[in-house]
């Protein structure tokens, strides 16, 4: 992947991130206890992609840092 791409799946992963932090924010504050499975996956879902978002950061530095070819 070029830096490029690594950046457009960053910004994916920032709104997938996003809304499944809102999502959990609104089921809490509504007090939604009969919908645990989906506070159980979204929280799931945001742990791995704070992860991802750090795995991205490492590529994207990596990538800064690498020469282009022909410079």
Same mark, same amino acid.
């Given at each position: 992947m %070029?830096?490029? #791409? !690594?950046k457009?799946?960053?910004?994916? =992963?920032? &709104? !997938? !991130? $996003?809304?499944?932090?809102?999502?959990? &924010?609104? &089921?809490e504050?509504?007090? @939604? *206890? &009969? %919908?645990? %499975? !989906?506070t159980k996956?979204?929280?799931?879902?945001? *742990?791995?992609?704070?992860? #991802? =978002? #750090?795995h991205l950061?490492v590529?994207?530095e $990596?990538a800064?840092?690498?020469?282009? @070819?022909g410079?």
């Amino acid at each position: 992947m %070029d830096i490029t #791409e !690594l950046k457009k799946a960053r910004s994916m =992963l920032l &709104l !997938l !991130l $996003a809304t499944c932090q809102q999502t959990l &924010l609104a &089921l809490e504050a509504t007090g @939604n *206890v &009969l %919908d645990t %499975d !989906l506070t159980k996956d979204l929280s799931a879902m945001i *742990v791995r992609s704070e992860a #991802e =978002l #750090e795995h991205l950061k490492v590529k994207i530095e $990596a990538a800064s840092t690498t020469p282009m @070819n022909g410079a």
